[in-house]
């Protein structure tokens, strides 16, 4: 428990290796999604290009997408951007920072779709099927086949059960010609977005050095900002609601005490720990009532400031019994919202 | 516990093996690319020669590239090389020796690449098929230049109707396998006596400036990381102490502006930590909404 514990806030920790760890886990489920995908072509000449195309470009545009959407730090350039300046300028050289990182990452899921798509060749099969030459490779001359013919049987080659065209040109042929030019495409692909990759991350110690280091430290920094700013407002509610609730169950006490006519401080002076803990509730009927007035009437959302409690206990211990009572008694009163 | 946090530690630290492990993995990818890629040769005469030559030399540039690109010490090199000097003299001895020593952990995967290749033969009985001389194979004497060359193309695939149960395509498929076998242990050979000497006989040349190249390299990549690591530090203590101004402005303001100060003195120390004054809904609405229509200026002076 503990090993995995550390593993995640080692990942947690080190913000990058946490993202880079996220895009390979895309990656991986890119290929998995596209061996996982059952690939028919329609083998109809109007169709097969729109389908063909559709599979090679839609789903890497959702992956695209959806890595901006798993990008924690997309809220934080959002909120960056749109933010009124104030006191504080706002420096655009940060947040194209932040965009460009977050969308280098988002580009590798949709690149390795496209690469395993045209490496698989399935897909330009189908789609450029029709546009093969038939006088190179097959028997042009075969009579009686007009243009339309011709083109609903060039576009069964990507489906042998279907395929009627062996005296025109042979299936494989076709395929092999078809697969082929996919294969060269996929290499070319790979190559390009690599070497686009390699030209980035070496030409900017090259020429922007100073900037990025500038931007790679402010766009940490609001980073860090943002979570200590909400890790210190979750330590301010957490105070703000036990000073609260602790102030409700005295005032409900006090409450049941003026009706009982006795003071709960002499019996807080003369009990032990456990029992001051009971905050003077002490029977089924009490608490009932307590339970309900906590339902149908919270306390406001105003501390009273000589109610603070000293951190470890009862306030009102060390000050003066009565003088308090009487105006938190009030406050009980009055100031409750139904 | 503490054993795990030590080996994450050691492998962090010593760059060196990260970058090993790094070099071994992509080995390793480059063999298991190989095997998932589904090498189908066109069997046409102007296209095997390109395709096989291509399946055999543009992955390795990629492997290449991609060597250089997750290799952390290629940044920190260029970062050397390109800096102005400074105060800080600039030795070309580290530049080239870290270098090198990209250089050298790139170009394993490539050559696992090639090797592979070269000892499946696939690569090559489909590109150098059609370059065949007919006079050495029998099924192939009395044909026309152009149903040679057709013939000769369609060697590398076994399931064309043509070929099926051709001997000549099957005499030809083992001769070209054979070249390209051979060819493939005699490269392995040739790197990994090349690298026996260089290993070997590197401490007769130069040792002195190669420990000090190497203790310099190691060096400027841990001063970079430790840099990264101050910076990171720094900016946490600076929003930390940004928040905290940003909460005591706000204290002053709303106690300037209620008639509470004769309660200042009564306040616990303890208390004051953590609500930092603000007991009211609407001073902590009041807070929120300041933080978000005027951050606080980037200065705790």
């Not at chain 1, 790679?216 to 210190?232: A, C, G, N, P, Q």
Request: glycine share 6%.
């Amino acid at each position: 428990m503990d090993k995995f514990r550390m593993i995640f806030q080692f990942f947690q920790s080190n913000q990058e290796s946490f993202m880079n760890g996220i895009c390979g886990i895309m990656a991986l489920a890119s290929t998995q999604m596209y061996s996982a995908f059952d690939f028919n072509c329609p083998c109809l000449p109007q169709y097969n290009m729109a389908y063909g195309l559709g599979i090679l470009l839609v789903p890497p545009f959702i992956l695209f997408l959806l890595g901006f959407v798993l990008n924690n730090n997309i809220s934080m350039l959002a909120e960056e951007w749109r933010r009124p300046q104030g006191q504080r300028g706002k420096d655009p050289a940060v947040l194209r920072y932040m965009f460009c990182s977050m969308a280098q990452r988002a580009m590798i899921a949709p690149a390795v779709w496209v690469s395993v798509t045209l490496l698989d060749g399935k897909c330009i099969t189908c789609a450029f099927c029709t546009s093969v030459p038939v006088e190179t490779f097959g028997n042009a001359s075969h009579p009686h086949l007009s243009q339309g013919e011709i083109q609903r049987i060039l576009a069964r080659i990507p489906c042998k059960e279907i395929y009627n065209g062996q005296e025109l040109i042979a299936n494989e042929v076709a395929v092999r010609y078809l697969r082929c030019i996919s294969q060269a495409l996929g290499w070319c692909f790979v190559l390009l977005m690599t070497t686009l990759a390699f030209l980035v991350r070496s030409l900017r110690p090259c020429f922007s050095q100073v900037a990025f280091l500038k931007s790679r430290y402010w766009s940490h920094y609001i980073d860090v900002e943002r979570k200590l700013f909400d890790e210190t407002c979750a330590e301010h509610a957490r105070s703000f609601a036990k000073v609260c609730i602790q102030q409700f169950f005295e005032g409900m006490s006090m409450d049941l005490a003026a009706g009982r006519c006795h003071l709960p401080r002499k019996a807080s002076a003369d009990m032990g720990e456990a029992s001051k803990k009971l905050l003077g509730i002490t029977d089924q009927g009490t608490m009932n009532t307590a339970l309900k007035s906590w339902h149908r009437c919270k306390p406001p959302l105003h501390l009273h400031p000589l109610a603070l409690p000293s951190g470890n206990g009862w306030a009102g211990e060390g000050q003066p019994p009565m003088h308090p009572s009487a105006p938190r008694r009030e406050t009980a009163a009055y100031h409750s919202l139904v | 516990m503490d054993r795990f946090r030590m080996i994450f530690q050691y492998f962090q630290s010593n760059s060196e093996s990260v970058m090993n492990g790094i070099c071994g993995l992509l080995a390793l990818a480059s063999v298991k690319m190989y095997t998932c890629f589904d090498f189908s040769c066109p069997c046409l005469p102007q296209y095997n020669m390109a395709y096989g030559l291509g399946i055999m030399f543009v992955p390795p540039i990629i492997l290449f590239l991609c060597g250089l690109i997750l290799n952390r010490q290629s940044l920190v090199m260029l970062d050397e090389w390109r800096r102005p000097q400074g105060h800080r003299k600039k030795d070309l001895a580290v530049i080239r020796y870290m270098c090198s020593s990209i250089m050298q952990r790139a170009m394993v995967a490539p050559v696992v690449w090639i090797i592979v290749t070269l000892l499946d033969g696939k690569c090559l009985i489909c590109a150098f098929s059609g370059s065949m001389d007919p006079e050495k194979f029998v099924g192939f004497a009395n044909v026309t230049p152009v149903q040679l060359e057709q013939l000769l193309a369609k060697v590398p695939c076994k399931d064309d109707d043509l070929m099926r149960n051709n001997t000549s395509r099957k005499a030809v498929s083992r001769y070209l396998r054979c070249w390209s076998q051979a060819l493939g242990w005699s490269i392995l050979l040739i790197l990994i006596v090349a690298a026996f000497l260089a290993r070997w006989l590197r401490p007769c040349f130069n040792q002195a400036t190669l420990l000090q190249a190497r203790h310099w390299s190691n060096y400027i990549d841990i001063e970079q990381k430790i840099f990264e690591e101050t910076c990171c530090e720094h900016s946490r203590l600076f929003a930390h102490k940004c928040i905290l101004h940003f909460f005591e402005s706000m204290r002053q303001e709303i106690k300037l502006h209620s008639f509470n100060l004769p309660r200042e003195e009564e306040k616990d120390e303890g208390e004051e930590d953590l609500l930092r004054g603000i007991t009211d809904q609407e001073q902590v609405n009041k807070l929120l909404k300041t933080w978000y229509y005027e951050k606080p200026p980037l200065d705790v002076s």
